[in-house]
């Protein structure tokens, strides 16, 4: 069953209120702990500068961020961008398959994928598809304030356009169990699809707490309501 309440002045359930800023509610960081930059492998951002761009009637700032790009020893793939829709007003969804229709290379439950900006900079986003479906890969991306790849993605990218792709790697592994707690705010949900669904296929009950700040536009709900399990959702407005 999906349960729905409404919380005000956050999200109680951790006591820290549900945000649509860069920071990270208790709950998305439960949902996705990071390791320790120097064991993850992921790019350490760093600004290099800020600049106006538009979107749609407004403008924002957004900060230029350079980040290593690909070692010479790691082939990116060039994907197809098949599909693409709002899942929510701030959350862009990306469907990606090979140019000639070949399986991609396969991926486990938390698994997540470089993409290239065009200044040659990278961003980490999770594969939220099935991991027996290799046809294709399926992103999520949240459009940040101050993202300039997020708002190039949102407002620039169309099906037919190509993106560069690097193999998929995995920091947050899905873990044998007898039964799941999974904990997730807004985007943070991406990698716990993957981990839900092969909970059904094991046969291994789960709940899911998912915390975001509007009760509607919730990121990839009719994803997850497709499931088997207990959906409990937490919302601050």
């Not at 993106?163 to 990698?191: D, H, Q, S, W």
Request: hydrophobic share 35%; charged share 20%; net charge positive.
């Amino acid at each position: 069953g999906i349960l729905m309440e409404q919380l005000s002045g956050g999200c109680q359930w951790f006591g820290s209120p549900a945000t649509t800023s860069g920071e990270r509610c208790a709950g998305c960081a439960l949902s996705n702990p990071s390791p320790p930059l120097a064991q993850s492998g992921a790019p350490i951002l760093s600004v290099r500068s800020t600049i106006a761009i538009k979107n749609g009637d407004e403008t924002v700032e957004a900060v230029r961020m350079s980040s290593p790009r690909l070692p010479d020893n790691e082939k990116a793939m060039s994907l197809v961008v098949c599909a693409k829709k709002f899942e929510a007003p701030d959350v862009v969804a990306l469907e990606l398959k090979s140019k000639d229709g070949t399986d991609l290379p396969p991926f486990d439950p938390g698994a997540h994928v470089d993409v290239h900006a065009p200044d040659g900079s990278m961003r980490q986003y999770s594969l939220y598809g099935d991991p027996e479906d290799r046809s294709r890969y399926l992103l999520g991306v949240r459009v940040t304030k101050h993202g300039m790849f997020s708002h190039h993605i949102a407002s620039a990218v169309r099906p037919g356009d190509v993106l560069k792709v690097g193999m998929p790697r995995n920091n947050f592994p899905f873990k044998a169990a007898n039964r799941y707690i999974f904990v997730a705010g807004g985007i943070g949900i991406t990698p716990l699809i993957p981990m839900m669904r092969a909970a059904n296929r094991d046969h291994r009950p789960w709940t899911l707490l998912y915390c975001n700040r509007h009760k509607d536009g919730i990121p990839f709900f009719r994803e997850v309501s497709t499931l088997v399990g207990k959906i409990c959702i937490f919302c601050s407005e």
